[in-house]
Structures are given as C-alpha cells and as structure tokens.
C-alpha cells in the first residue's frame, strides 16, 4: 500500500516542524542497529541479517565437511 504523492506532500507540510522547529525528513534511520525507513518498516535490516546467516551458515557446513570438531564449530559460529 502506497501513498499518493498528494498524501505525501500533505504528511511533509504536517510534519516538517515540531514545536515551530525545523525536521529533517529522511529516508532511512538507523536505531539500535535496526534500519528503519520512512514508512517505518524494516526490510534492509531483515535483509543484512539473512546476509550475515547466510554466509556464516556457508562457512559452518564448509568447515563441517572438513571433519571438524564441534567445539570449534561452536567457537566458530559465536566468534563472527
């Protein structure tokens, strides 16, 4: 669902300033590692997260087909 850019225009006046002050209006904002963007959803987070597993998912299965110890698997995984 998206907004019109009538919607849109009538949000930027409402909102470009707070107790008479001048607001920043930007697309994305990054909290508590969280990114958040302008229509407050989170999908660049989501997404760098199922990056980060799976390349760390890759590694682990790569390193377990060497024989490796589960201790270090372990050590491995909590390390990166």
Known sequence: MSISN???DLVEALI???H???V????E????G??????LKFNSSTEEILRKY???HYLLRKLDSFGISKDILTTFYYSS
């Open 29 to 32: 904002y990054k909290y508590l």
């Open 16 to 18: 470009t300033t707070i």
């Open 54 to 56: 799976q390349q760390r």
């Open 6 to 8: 009538k919607q849109r």
């Open 24 to 27: 920043e209006l930007i697309e």
């Open 20 to 22: 008479r002050k001048p």
């Open 34 to 39: 969280i990114v958040f963007d302008e229509q």
